[in-house]
């Protein structure tokens, strides 16, 4: 545990959970407390990352700017971090404002199967005196040598870790284990684990990215996050306390999330049939709403869609196929 | 006289998108496909038409300097970095060339909008440079320029789409910025709105999706059912050149004072299977432009 840093994801992820309502008064008095955390970096922005507030998957309340600009001038000690997808974000009206904004940490995301549309953004990055980050979304939908080949090309464009996310809450802390460790004992790079916590596994399956020797592992404070919630920041510590000697306080984590609590009482994640179902099946949990709107109108059992989504493998950003796949089933 | 004379024409690429164009081309009476440009002599898009073009090519531009006399103009499907300098080579022969990569050097052209929007006319110049965008753009601007003829005070524009990760050549993955870019400077110039954003999602589901492109249009005013005609009349168009290219959902109200439209682009299937419709609407476009243009410059030649 000495070794593996904490990695805070409520304000980026936890953006899902508020339909992307942050506001900049909510970042700053979760950052000053987070500052005093000895958590290692808090990532800030649109769920889906820099320059993605769209039509498409949900336009922000408040720029990335202004929520940076408000968690900038709240962390002295911690990094301030954020999450890019290219497709979405582009280098030159995205990263480059990000840099001169002073962001420390720059992850740069895609699919599980598709690292090679990260090149440039991750070339970039690394040679601006940054940190950089390689994250694979979706990391279920791979088998260990792939992931291992998709690991490494991010590693050679120049990230410093490879984050796998569990991005529809479907590992269990075994899978989460060997998938770590094909990494670590390949390449010469850091791994962190960000989990998700469809089947109630979140918090165990960041434990066992810990135990296997994980560098960095992300957790959300209430496991404020998509779908049925990330990996509970706070227990993450509490339970780690149980079993190392920790640097990190248990109850400035807990001030953390109290104030999560306090504040968004009515949006707070769980696990629900339909969550248990889209993690079981292995489709992005943030599809839920849509799943039981569909589902409702056609007549449709939700577990017979989940488990089509997952049969055509489905990933994120897809919300236009799932009427279709919908109807598709009715006709069988 | 014949006024027939194929369109003799070279090809600058040998990946996805530069096979699909020789295929097509060479079974299209229209053209006829002097050579085949690669940069490797064991390019397996080279192999594939040993028997059917005259001039393989495998050292890049320098080696199809010795026939230039014998083409009227090139189709470029290379890079947006490697296009600049095929250009530099072919405008000083007076060649006019299709550029496939997203380099934002050549006029954007979406053809069925060349006699609906001034900046879109051909230009009456044999050494012509015609980009063709992107496919987002190919497939985005007939819809975006429906809903904003009947519409005022446009505010923002967004076109997103999501193409099969299979696909996607390594070009495109390399340079998804200059595609997000190239596609927002189409949106703009037929909107006239500076605010625009473009998405795009690759894909990997099983089987391939077809292309999907969904305009989103913010506006202080639209005539929707006006919106709805013109979208129908302008995809019946763009049908004569891309077969493939369907509206799957009419321009609607999707929020307040946001209109949206989704398209569907399923390809032709010459070389690349049909969920390629991302590049067979680009292909499309650039031999709609090669005809149209090589039409115009004959009729003017001959004045």
């Known amino acids: ?332 | 006289m014949s006024v027939t004379k194929p369109i003799r024409i070279a090809i600058i690429g040998t990946g996805n998108i530069g096979t699909d164009l020789c295929y097509r081309m060479l079974r299209d009476s229209r053209f006829k496909v002097v050579a085949l440009v690669g940069r490797r002599s064991d390019s397996p898009g080279l192999n594939i038409f040993k028997d059917e073009v005259d001039h393989l090519v495998s050292n890049g531009i320098e080696g199809l300097v010795p026939f230039l006399k014998d083409i009227d103009g090139a189709f470029d499907a290379t890079s947006a970095f490697d296009h600049k300098n095929h250009w530099d080579i072919l405008a000083k022969s007076q060649k006019w060339v299709m550029d496939l990569t997203p380099s934002k050097i050549g006029l954007p052209l979406v053809p069925v909008l060349m006699n609906k929007i001034p900046v879109m006319s051909l230009q009456n110049n044999i050494s012509s440079n015609y980009s063709m965008v992107t496919c987002g753009g190919q497939s985005s601007a007939p819809i975006l320029y429906a809903i904003a003829s009947a519409s005022s005070g446009i505010r923002e524009v967004e076109v997103s789409s999501s193409i099969a990760a299979l696909s996607a050549g390594p070009a495109t993955r390399l340079n998804i910025d200059q595609y997000i870019e190239s596609t927002e400077g189409l949106s703009a110039l037929i909107s006239g709105c500076d605010k625009v954003k473009t998405v795009l999602v690759l894909n990997p589901a099983e089987p391939p999706v077809m292309m999907r492109t969904t305009v989103n249009i913010s506006v202080d005013f639209c005539d929707l059912e006006q919106a709805k005609v013109s979208a129908l009349n302008v995809v019946a168009e763009v049908q004569r050149y891309v077969p493939g290219y369907e509206i799957v959902v009419e321009p609607h109200l999707q929020s307040l004072n946001t209109i949206s439209a989704t398209v569907k682009v399923t390809g032709a299937g010459y070389v690349l299977p049909e969920y390629a419709g991302n590049l067979d609407i680009i292909n499309s476009a650039a031999v709609e432009t090669a005809v149209l243009h090589s039409a115009t410059y004959r009729s003017v030649s001959k004045k």
């Open chain 1, 1 to 332: 545990m000495t070794e593996t840093r904490l990695y805070d994801v409520t304000l980026r992820d936890g953006n899902h959970a508020l339909r992307h309502t942050l506001s900049s008064k909510f970042v700053r008095s979760y950052c000053e407390k987070a500052d005093q955390s000895g958590v290692w970096a808090v990532e800030v922005g649109h769920g889906n990352g820099l320059g993605a507030s769209s039509f498409l998957v949900g336009k922000s309340v408040e720029s990335d700017l202004s929520l940076l600009q408000a968690a900038r001038e709240s962390l002295k000690k911690t990094k301030l971090a954020v999450h890019s997808i290219p497709g979405f974000a582009t280098i030159k009206r995205d990263l480059v404002p990000a840099l001169e904004f002073g962001v420390d940490v720059f992850r740069v995301a895609t699919h599980v199967t598709e690292a090679d549309v990260s090149q440039k953004h991750i070339e970039y990055l690394s040679n601006n005196n940054v940190i950089v980050h390689g994250v694979l979304m979706m990391s279920h939908m791979i088998d260990l040598k792939g992931l291992v080949a998709q690991a490494k090309l991010m590693k050679d464009y120049g990230a410093s870790a490879i984050i796998l996310m569990d991005s529809a809450g479907f590992f269990i802390p075994r899978e989460v284990a060997e998938r770590v460790s094909a990494i670590k004992n390949t390449l010469e790079v850091e791994v962190g684990f960000h989990a998700h916590n469809n089947l109630g596994l979140g918090v165990g399956n960041a434990m066992s990215a810990i135990h296997e020797g994980a560098s960095l592992v992300d957790g959300a404070s209430m496991g404020l996050g998509a779908g049925a919630g990330n990996a509970q920041l706070e227990n993450i510590v509490a339970a780690s306390s149980r079993e190392f000697s920790l640097k990190s306080d248990v109850y400035s984590f807990l001030q953390m999330s109290k104030l999560v609590e306090e504040s968004y009482f009515d949006k707070l994640p769980r696990t629900t049939s339909s969550s248990t179902q889209s993690g079981l099946a292995g489709v992005f949990s943030g599809y839920a709403p849509q799943v039981s709107a569909i589902s409702e109108e056609l007549g449709l059992d939700t577990n017979t869609l989940w488990k089509e989504m997952a049969n055509r493998k489905l990933v994120a950003g897809q919300e236009s196929m799932i009427r279709e796949i919908a109807q598709d089933l009715m006709n069988l």
